[in-house]
């Protein structure tokens, strides 16, 4: 290929998830006619995991940038956003979580129905039985603060194949056409993880960009591979997930309506607190320190186990 209107550079964070960030990268070496750039972040893992992700970047044609300090998911892409903008000319840039396993053709057929004011993602399928949809594409329910999703848990066989219209769809891989990225629109970096997809995708969709999925592109994903699995109760993903839960409801709402919205959360944290309380006695005293550090203004990086 010999535009880069038809390449797009991947921007990709690895914690100390290092070995889930190189299969990553392994499942994309037969994509790199659509690759301009691999960019990977270290974002600040400890220092056996940067070796290894520098001693294979050569063989996965991959840039290892090592980020000295954890940003989060937020504030670890915004950095990646500025170098994959200095480092790179392509039109497109995918945001990927570390990890996924791309299929053939992942890159090709998202790229195929790109436009610069749209947000494109694959169908997302869950790696243990690479059948079940896990996608989070839908309408986002402002009441229940939650994302309808609408495709989620059917078999991929029975989606409707196309591009699908939807309000958001999925942070966990999206392509954004660099003009956004110049224009300054990033993560807010006070939600470090969970919700600052969401967060991001109003903000672009008041600019009139439009949100689908992809069903012939196809990227199978671990999920909360950054938070111990999603079979386990995990003090981590609780305190963020409900603390920013809050935050994103302080952005949305106003007046009466936020405060009711605050009611409605607490009484669904509270609910979670005492079905976990038992079984996950650390990661139910997550949601009361989340609660208690949002409505205390901590936001930010605030909870690292």
């Not at 301009?36 to 001693?55: C, H, P, R, T, W």
């Not at 995990?234 to 009611?263: D, E, M, Q, V």
């Amino acid at each position: 290929m010999e535009s880069l209107k038809q390449k797009c550079t991947i921007l990709m964070l690895a914690y100390n998830g290092i070995n889930d960030a190189l299969d990553a990268a392994s499942s994309l070496q037969s994509q790199w006619d659509y690759i301009d750039k691999f960019i990977v972040g270290d974002n600040g893992s400890n220092e056996a995991n940067k070796k290894l992700l520098k001693e294979n970047s050569e063989n996965l044609n991959i840039t290892a940038l090592d980020q000295p300090d954890n940003l989060g998911f937020a504030g670890g892409f915004n950095r990646l956003f500025n170098e994959g903008l200095q480092r790179s000319d392509a039109e497109y840039f995918l945001i990927l979580n570390n990890d996924t396993e791309a299929t053939p053709q992942f890159l090709e057929k998202l790229l195929e129905v790109a436009e610069p004011n749209k947000i494109i993602s694959p169908m997302i399928v869950w790696h243990k039985d690479k059948e079940t949809v896990i996608q989070c594409a839908g309408e986002f329910d402002r009441v229940m603060m939650k994302l309808n999703n609408r495709f989620a848990g059917m078999h991929k066989d029975d989606v409707p194949s196309g591009c699908h219209e939807v309000e958001q769809t999925d942070g966990c891989c999206f392509l954004i056409h660099r003009s956004w990225l110049e224009k300054g629109y990033k993560f807010d970096d006070k939600l470090f993880i969970y919700f600052e997809d969401v967060d991001l995708f109003f903000r672009l969709k008041e600019q009139g960009v439009k949100f689908n999925y992809q069903t012939e592109s196809l990227l199978y994903h671990k999920e909360y591979g950054a938070s111990g699995g999603r079979e386990t109760f995990s003090p981590f993903r609780n305190y963020y997930f409900y603390r920013n839960r809050f935050y994103l409801a302080k952005k949305i709402h106003s007046g009466l309506t936020k405060y009711r919205t605050y009611w409605r959360l607490y009484s669904l944290a509270m609910e979670s607190y005492r079905e976990q309380i038992l079984e996950a006695p650390e990661a139910a005293k997550a949601i009361r320190v989340a609660i208690r550090d949002f409505f205390t203004g901590k936001m930010g990086k605030s909870y690292i186990p």
